[in-house]
T-cell receptor, first 111, second 111 residues
Framework: ETGVTQSPTHLIKTRGQQVTLRCSSQSGHNTVSWYQQALGQGPQFIFQYYREEENGRGNFPPRFSGLQFPNYSSELNVNALELDDSALYLCASSSIFTEAFFGQGTRLTVV | GIQVEQSPPDLILQEGANSTLRCNFS?????LQWFHQNPWGQLINLFYIPSGTKQNGRLSATTVATERYSLLYISSSQTTDSGVYFCAAPSVTDSWGKLQFGAGTQVVVTP
C-alpha cells in the first residue's frame, strides 16, 4: 500500500506567476484535501475533492483552484502568486468519513 | 465553523517526564485526529479517536465527545518526541473532510 506523495518538495516562484502542485492519494482512498500552512500556524483547509468534484472549500480566493483525476490523484493550482502565498502546502487523502493521511508537503516560496 | 483550541502552546520537558496536551473544540465532532509534525513538515498520524481511549506505546489519547475535549498523554518522553502536536476535527455541520486544526503545542524534550 503506497502512502500519499506530493511533488515537488520545494518550489520558488516569482510574484504574479502561476504554480501547480501535485498529490497522489493513498491506495484505496477516493478523497483528497489540500491545506495551506503558514510558518508557525496550523494548517488551513483550502478545499476537498471527492469523486472528481469539489466537496467543500475554505476561505481562499478563486485563484486557488484544483482538480481530481479518475485515479484520485489531484492538483492544486494557484494563479497570480502573492508573497503571502509562501507556505507549506499539504495534501491529505482519505475515504469518506475515515482517517486522513498527509503527504510530506510542498514548500512554496514566492519572491 | 468549529473552533479548536490547544493548550499549552509550548511545553519543555526533561527526558523521561510525562505530559498531557489538551484540545478543546467548540462543536460536536464525528472524528478527531492527533498528529505530530516532524521538523521537515510532515504530519504523522498518532490517533484517530472520535471518542474513548486509545493507546499506542508511550502515547495514549482520550476523547470525551460530550464535553468537547481530547487529551494526548506522553509518558516517559524521549528527545524524538520533540515537535509540534496538532489536534484536528471537522464539525458535524461542516464538510466531513474539512479538518479544523488547532494552533498546535510545541514540545521540546531535553536530554
Amino acid at each position: 500500500e503506497t502512502g500519499v506523495t506530493q511533488s515537488p518538495t520545494h518550489l520558488i516562484k516569482t510574484r504574479g506567476q502561476q504554480v501547480t502542485l501535485r498529490c497522489s492519494s493513498q491506495s484505496g482512498h477516493n478523497t483528497v484535501s489540500w491545506y495551506q500552512q503558514a510558518l508557525g500556524q496550523g494548517p488551513q483547509f483550502i478545499f476537498q475533492y471527492y469523486r472528481e468534484e469539489e466537496n467543500g472549500r475554505g476561505n481562499f480566493p478563486p485563484r486557488f483552484s484544483g482538480l481530481q483525476f479518475p485515479n484520485y490523484s489531484s492538483e492544486l493550482n494557484v494563479n497570480a502568486l502573492e508573497l503571502d502565498d509562501s507556505a507549506l502546502y499539504l495534501c491529505a487523502s482519505s475515504s469518506i468519513f475515515t482517517e486522513a493521511f498527509f503527504g510530506q508537503g510542498t514548500r512554496l516560496t514566492v519572491v | 465553523g468549529i473552533q479548536v483550541e490547544q493548550s499549552p502552546p509550548d511545553l519543555i520537558l526533561q527526558e523521561g517526564a510525562n505530559s498531557t496536551l489538551r484540545c478543546n473544540f467548540s462543536d460536536s465532532v464525528n472524528n478527531l485526529q492527533w498528529f505530530h509534525q516532524n521538523p521537515w513538515g510532515q504530519l504523522i498520524n498518532l490517533f484517530y479517536i472520535p471518542s474513548g481511549t486509545k493507546q499506542n506505546g508511550r502515547l495514549s489519547a482520550t476523547t470525551v465527545a460530550t464535553e468537547r475535549y481530547s487529551l494526548l498523554y506522553i509518558s516517559s518522553s524521549q528527545t524524538t518526541d520533540s515537535g509540534v502536536y496538532f489536534c484536528a476535527a471537522p464539525s458535524v455541520t461542516d464538510s466531513w473532510g474539512k479538518l479544523q486544526f488547532g494552533a498546535g503545542t510545541q514540545v521540546v524534550v531535553t536530554p
